[in-house]
Every structure is written in C-alpha cells, then in structure tokens.
C-alpha cells in the first residue's frame, strides 16, 4: 500500500525493511514481537523514551479538554511551557523569547527571517556539509548535494569550510585548530558578500553531517566575526539540545564554551519526545522584528503539542535524563575506543554524551571512506536487534543517537552487536 498510494520519495532503511509497530521507552517491536533497541531514536526525536507514560497521561488530559486553538485565543499551556523552555538557558544570554512551530526546517526557516528582519541586511553564512532542513531557506542553508534540488534556492546564501579536525587542514593536535577554521568565515565576509551580513548558521555538532563537532574557540571567533559586521548567531539545536551531550543543556554551552552565547536558537526532534513540534528562542529585541508585518502559524502553540513538550521537558529536568546521558555516554565511548584498537575499519569516533558519530574507513592512512563496509554493519546491527542510523556525505559514519533513558546493560549490548558486525566485515 505504501508503494502504491505513497509519494516515491519516501525513504526506506534497509534492503528488507523493518516495520515498526509498538514502541515502550528505549526499545521498539515489529509486526512479529521482535524487540530492538531504538539507539537512533526516530532520528534523535525520541529523547526520554518512547510512550513515556507521563508524557502520554499529560496528552490525554489535554486531549479531553481541547485539541486545538490557535494564538488568536490565550491558552495556558502556551505560556507555561515558553516559561519553562526560557528558563533552561543562562540568563546572561538573553535567550527568554519562544516562537512554537512544528518542525526544524520552519524554526531554520523563522530564524533566518527574523535575522534579516532584524538587521535589514540580506546574506547569511553557513558551514559546508551541514544540514539544515528540506523547505526552500533551510535547503539553501544546507550544504550536503545529495539533499539539494537543483532549483534558485540559494540565493543570499554563502557556505563556509567545514572545521573538521579528522579531514581538514587543521587537526585535533592543532590548539588553534577553531580561531583558523573561523578566518575563512571572516575571509568569506569580506570576499563573498557585501560586508554586511544578516546572520550565521551552524550546528554545535553536525548532525546528518556525521557528528563533526566545532572546535574549541570556533564559535566564540566566528560569532565575534559575525557581529562585527552587523549579523546574528544562529545555533542550531535540533539534535544537539535538551541535554544531549551530556554536560550542558544546550550544544553551544558544551561545544562553544564560557560566556559565547547565540542571538537566536533553534530546536525540534527531542523537544517534544516525538510530536511535530518545534521553536524559535531568541531575545525580545530581535522577536519584536516580526511585528512589522503579520507573521502566523496555525498550529504553533497547540495545546496537545504544548502539553507534551512541557511534560517532556518536565522529565528531563526531574529525572535528569542530561547527567544519564553523560555517564552512559562515557561508557559508550571507552567501549567504541577499545573496539577501534581492534577493529581497523574504525577511523574516528567523535561525539559527546548520547550523540555519537563512528567514522568507517578502509583506510587509516588515507581515510578512504568506507561507504559500502558502513552498509554491511548498518544492515547487520538490525538483524541482531539493534537500530542505529548513517549519515555523512560518503554514507560512511554510523550515527548513535538513542533514547536518554537506556541502561548500561543496552549500552553493553550495542558495543558487542557492533564488534560482531565489525568483524563480519573483515575488519
């Protein structure tokens, strides 16, 4: 039936896929009862479990007393959860105002518009291999060819090089590796554009890109930059946020360090633990932009929507699902480092907490990326119960991403499932 009434542009994983019928907390089950272990999570939306049952009793609630009003009526919810949201980022920053829609690529979108619209200048810069969204701004934004259409999109758009320590110019033993990433946005300012720019874009850590995390001093160099020639931050935390990494609520808080904050952030995915939901956070200042013209979105704000975002970042914050993150995180993480002294298809491992990127190579030396060994393991991990996800430009970096609330025995199964499909691999 998905063949035949289904647009063809769908994706599918896997040469026999899987279908998913019942999902409980980290695990999900097919049509046939077998259990997996969801280590991808939807694609880092499921952030504290699937079928959480308070975020279920609090939709429920909501769904018995009103499932939908606009922003053209007051509702509590609304208030209460931009109230909450606002709270989880330092108050120095001045992030406090929320903008609710209903997927990333409207946040991205919102927020390049709200940049223009604040500043009254045109351009935006963003980083090569970074992705962004599917619409038509975010699509410009994005940087990878594969999820471009070849249509005017990019208009107004420049991208910048890529800070990869593991295939730039500039490695992990380079201390200054961030400050001499962050000249060519500089060099690009200068060269690429007028001089007056509207913004700049990036995600902490690439998330489709294969978890290329920005080096230390990179953001706190480009956001200087940036401003100095009258254009906004942007950080995109559609998978880096919500405690992810393990050490800050927010990816630029871990990545960007002390004191470097964005003008505007945007999230989706794990905010609403797998409901269409979204939003942009910025400061007053820069919101109030928008009230020059009519701006709207109809089912931004929902109630149900918003009551199973507040639910869900209730739990984070109660249960601390930040904190499980970094424990577990690091157990993962010396566990993929022991198997890449044994398993040379291991090129890189980068990440932090629960948002892990394992980079294949044939090669160590020419770091060939090893697209079609990345396949075998992916296909392989799904035949013995584990789910994880692929991306990168060359499909060739396992991406692990899963629901904060796994436990150390689930952590322990993935590593010996990956060493087993590792091994099959030959390497």
Known sequence: MRREYCTPALVTYYRDPVMIVEGKMQYLYDETGKRYLDAFGGIVTVSIGHCHPRVIAAVDRQNHLLQHTTTIYLHPNIALYAKKLASTFPKESGLSCVYFVNSGSEANDLAVLMARAATGNHDVIALRNGYHGGSATPMALTAHSTWKFNI???IGVQHALLPDRYRGPYGYDDPKAGEK?????????????????????????QGVGGVVEMPPGYLGSVYRHVREA?????????????????????????????????????????IGNGCPLAAVVTRPEIAKALTSRIHFNTFGGNPVSMAQGLATLEVMLEENTMGRAAALGARLFVGLHELRSRRPLIGDIRG??????VELVSDRATKAPASAACAQVFER???MGLLIGK????????????????????????????????AECGA
């Open 391 to 422: 991306g990168g430009y060359a499909g060739n970096v396992l991406r692990i991403k899963p629901p904060m609330c796994l436990s150390e025995a689930d952590i322990d199964f993935m590593l010996a499932v990956l060493d087993v499909a590792l």
């Open 352 to 357: 932090r907490g629960l948002m892990c990127g």
């Open 181 to 205: 990433y962050a000249a060519d946005v500089l060099d690009l300012i200068r060269q690429g554009t007028s001089g007056r720019i509207a913004g700049f874009i990036a995600e902490p850590m």
């Open 230 to 270: 009258g254009g906004l931050c942007i950080a995109d935390e559609v998978q880096t946020g919500f405690g992810r990494t393990g050490e800050k609520f927010w990816g630029f808080e871990a990545v960007g360090g002390p004191g470097v904050y964005p003008d505007i952030v945007t999230m989706a995915k794990g």
């Open 381 to 383: 991990c799904k035949d």
């Open 152 to 154: 005017a999109h990019t």
